[in-house]
């Protein structure tokens, strides 16, 4: 709260949890301070006697930058209420230290790392193949170029966001991967987007969008556009848990590849708990991915599930586990008359980390991954690990 003053008649501090004034109170504390505006706005006009609303909306309208209307507000609480010494103070000391809106807060980080990937090119397990059916029945042998292909790779990750006052939250994100010989499939992505946290009837909700775009050997490969929302309702769970909601709708293009533009819609429950430095976290979703007419295997329907893990370890060290399931459908025949059966696809990947802390700032990590995917179509299954040890910088204000 903006005032903690012992006078009844300031602030209902044996009032109910369903108060009004309370209710506004907790927009403020948690920072989403256009909505707790709003609700002192609302509380002083439902209740005109009530001086506590009227000083914490005069401190949360300076703190925000509006002189003018914080001015009137002070007028008013010392025409109407003939506050006691102490309040005239915070008011003296609000018009001495003036009214300027709060800066907004950033915070970055980078990482660099050596690694080696074991596929980099994400090639087939088995490089035996067939097509067609009956007597047109053929078995091939993949070319070597088509098998996996390992190589050691430098890697740069930069990732930082922006909050505001209001709600609104922007972040930007640069991955970049280098290999030492198959530079083919050397990679740029990077993604831009913003939210807004808001507060409706006790429900918490963050609606955003984002923006993506993601180079191979130095050409645009893929580029999406994405809107999503999470929602989270005011449900009684015990202490540390959350259930939220997570729906999004992203359109992906290919500018190199022909027919492989889609449209994905999905839902997701995720169910949350934090306590200290234990975080825990998972998973459940569906989706529909519906593609140009000529894409091979036309739409897809899938399942997701996911599970996350983060606590401390000792020394100082913090330890990382995940682990995320997908599967996807097709709706028809990959390839008529070379692929007759419709493509089942069914990936899970497997990440550890484990980060060491050097000063408050930097720090190292090593982190492994495992991609396992299995498909009805052997031209598409492989399996992939990596491991990469780097460095890392913290920053922000």
């Not at 984002?210 to 309702?233: E, H």
């Not at 492994?368 to 009805?376: A, L």
């Amino acid at each position: 709260m903006l005032m903690l003053l012992p006078f009844p008649a300031w602030a209902d501090t044996d009032a109910p949890a369903a108060n009004p004034y309370l209710e506004a109170m907790q927009p403020l504390i948690e920072g989403r301070f256009e909505e707790a505006s709003e609700a002192l706005h609302r509380l002083v006009a439902q209740e005109p006697e009530h001086a506590g609303a009227w000083l914490d909306l005069a401190i949360l309208q300076c703190r925000l930058g509006n002189a003018e209307e914080a001015e009137i507000l002070f007028q008013a609480i010392e025409v109407r209420f003939d506050p006691p010494p102490g309040i005239r103070e915070i008011i003296a000391l609000q018009r001495a230290k003036g009214c300027q809106a709060p800066a907004p807060r950033w915070e970055g980080r980078l990482r660099l790392s050596r690694g080696s990937d074991d596929n980099v090119n994400q090639g087939a397990s088995n490089p035996n193949f067939t097509i067609g059916q009956g007597s047109n029945l053929l078995s091939l042998v993949l070319s070597p170029e088509f098998t996996p292909q390992r190589d050691r790779f430098n890697n740069l990750s930069l990732e930082g966001s922006v909050s505001g006052a209001n709600g609104w939250q922007g972040y930007a994100q640069l991955q970049a991967r280098r290999y030492d010989h198959l530079s083919r499939y050397n990679s740029v992505s990077t993604s831009v987007g913003a939210e807004r946290v808001r507060r409706f009837a006790g429900w918490d909700t963050r609606l955003g969008g984002s923006l993506g775009l993601t180079q191979l050997g130095g050409k645009d490969y893929q580029r999406y556009v994405s809107l999503n929302a999470w929602l989270t309702p005011p449900l009684p769970l015990p202490a540390g848990w959350q259930l939220s909601g997570l729906t999004g709708v992203s359109h992906v293009m290919y500018p190199s590849r022909s027919y492989f533009d889609s449209s994905l819609w999905e839902a997701r429950g995720v169910l949350t708990y934090q306590q200290g430095p234990i975080w825990l976290q998972g998973s459940g979703g569906y989706g529909v991915d519906i593609g140009n007419g000529a894409r091979a295997g036309g739409d897809r329907h899938g399942l997701f599930a996911s599970l996350s893990a983060r606590a401390a370890l000792g020394g100082g060290m913090l330890g990382e586990l995940g682990w995320l399931y997908q599967s996807w459908a097709g709706a028809r025949s990959y390839s008529p008359g070379l692929i007759d059966v419709a493509r089942r696809q069914h990936t899970q990947l497997l990440r550890a980390m484990v980060s060491l802390p050097l000063s408050k700032e930097h720090g190292l990590f090593l982190e492994y991954r495992m991609v396992r995917n299995r498909e009805n179509i052997s031209l598409f299954a492989y399996q992939s690990r990596s491991v990469q040890l780097g460095w890392q910088w913290q920053f922000g204000r």
